[in-house]
C-alpha cells in the first residue's frame, strides 16, 4: 500500500501543474485584465469592458498616447504610468517568467496579496471560509445522515406504496433547482410573503459576540437553516438513489441468501453483512463529496441569502481579475482535492481490507 500511495502522492505533482498550465494560458486570452480595470475606475468609475467594446472608435484610437496602444481605456493617461502599473503589477516580464515566479511563490505557499483588497489571499480565504464551513459541512452531514436510513428503507421495502411515493418526493426533490427552492424558502419562512421564522442575512446576529454560548449556538443554527436546506436538496435525492440501487444489488446474491436460509434475524442480515458491502462506494466517497461541497461553494445560494464565503470569492476574484485570489485559490483548491482523492481510495481500503490497490495492473 505504501507504493501505491507514493505513486498516488508523485503523480499530484504533474496534475497540479498541468491545471496551473491550463489556467494560466486561459487568462492570458480574456480581455480586461487588472490594470485594464484601474484604468476604467480613473476614466470615470465605468465598467471596464465597456471601454472594451468602445475600442473601435477611432476618436479614441487618436486620444491614445504611444505606448498604451494595447490598453483601449487609456486615453490622457501618460505612459510612464503604466509603465509603472505593469511593473507593479509584474505583466513588464514576459508570460513564461511570470508563471514560473508564481509556481516558484506558491511552493513556498506564498501565495501573494490581493490586486484591490491590500489583505494576503490566505487571510482573505480565512475570512470567507466560516461561510463555506458551514454550507459544506452540514449539508454533507444531513444529506448522509437522511439518505442512508432512507434509502436502505427503500431497498428493504422495494415496490411497495412507501417506495413509490418516496421516489416521487425524491424526483420532484431533484428536479427542483437549488436557487428557486431558496428563493421558495425565502418567501415562505424569511419574511417574503408569509411566515418571518427565519433571517435572511449573514451568518450571525449583529449582537452574536454579547451573547452567552447556548445563544451563539443557536443563533449561528437559525441563520444557516435555510442556506443549508437549499444547498442539502439535489445531493440528498441523488445520495438516497446510490444508496438504495447498492442496497438491492446486495441483497440479491448468494451470501445473503445462505444468510437467511441459516436462520439469521433480517437485521444481523442486513447491517451486519449487508451494510458493509453497500455502503463501500457511499461511505468512502465522503471526503471527496464534502470537498465538492465545501470549496464549490453556490454563488446563488451565497448571494441569496447575503452570505460572503469562498463562492462569492471566487465570482468577484473572476471579475475584477484578481488574480492572486484566482489563481492562489486554484493551487490550494486543487491540492486539497487531489489529496481527497488519495483519501477516498484510502477509506476503500479501511472498509472493505479486500481491495488492494497494490495487486492491481499498472
Not at 66 to 84: Q, W
Not at 176 to 203: E, H, K
Not at 248 to 253: N, P, V
Amino acid at each position: 500500500m505504501g507504493a501505491y500511495i507514493l505513486r498516488r502522492l508523485l503523480l499530484i505533482i504533474p496534475t497540479l501543474v498541468g491545471i496551473m498550465v491550463i489556467n494560466f494560458a486561459l487568462v492570458q486570452f480574456v480581455p480586461g485584465g487588472p490594470i485594464e480595470q484601474i484604468i476604467a475606475r480613473l476614466e470615470g468609475g465605468g465598467d471596464v469592458f465597456e471601454a472594451i467594446s468602445g475600442g473601435g472608435d477611432a476618436g479614441l484610437r487618436e486620444e491614445m498616447g504611444s505606448g498604451n496602444e494595447k490598453y483601449l481605456g487609456a486615453r490622457g493617461l501618460p505612459p510612464e504610468f503604466i509603465a509603472e502599473l505593469e511593473r507593479q503589477f509584474g505583466f513588464d516580464k514576459p508570460p513564461l517568467e511570470r508563471f514560473l515566479d508564481m509556481m516558484w511563490s506558491y511552493l513556498r505557499f506564498d501565495f501573494g496579496e490581493s490586486y484591490f483588497r491590500s489583505i494576503s489571499v490566505v487571510d482573505l480565504v480565512i475570512e470567507k471560509m466560516p461561510v463555506s464551513i458551514s454550507l459544506g459541512l452540514w449539508s454533507t452531514l444531513i444529506a448522509y445522515l437522511v439518505s442512508i436510513p432512507l434509502g436502505i428503507r427503500k431497498a428493504v421495502r422495494d415496490g411497495t406504496p412507501f417506495d413509490t411515493w418516496t421516489s416521487g418526493a425524491i424526483i420532484v426533490g431533484y428536479a427542483i433547482p437549488g436557487f428557486l427552492f431558496a428563493i421558495l424558502l425565502l418567501v415562505v419562512f424569511a419574511g417574503g410573503s408569509y411566515l418571518q421564522w427565519f433571517p435572511i442575512r449573514g451568518l450571525t446576529s449583529d449582537n452574536w459576540a454579547d451573547l452567552s454560548w447556548p445563544a451563539r449556538v443557536a443563533d449561528y443554527f437559525w441563520h444557516i437553516t435555510l442556506p443549508v436546506l437549499a444547498s442539502t436538496i439535489s445531493a440528498f435525492a441523488t445520495l438516497t438513489l446510490l444508496t438504495k440501487n447498492s442496497f438491492l444489488d446486495e441483497i440479491r446474491k448468494q451470501y445473503v441468501m445462505t444468510a437467511r436460509a441459516k436462520g439469521l434475524a433480517e437485521s444481523r442480515v442486513l447491517y451486519g453483512h449487508v451494510f458493509r458491502n453497500a455502503m463501500l462506494i457511499v461511505i468512502a466517497g465522503f471526503p471527496a463529496v464534502f470537498v465538492s461541497v465545501f470549496f464549490g461553494g453556490s454563488l446563488i445560494i451565497e448571494t441569496i441569502f447575503s452570505l460572503d464565503g469562498l463562492g462569492r470569492l471566487g465570482f468577484e476574484a473572476a471579475v475584477a481579475r484578481d488574480y492572486p485570489v484566482i489563481f492562489g485559490t486554484l493551487f490550494v483548491f486543487g491540492l486539497i482535492g487531489l489529496l481527497m482523492g488519495l483519501v477516498s481510495d484510502l477509506m476503500y481500503v479501511w472498509i472493505d481490507p479486500r481491495i488492494d490497490f497494490e495487486t492491481r495492473e499498472t
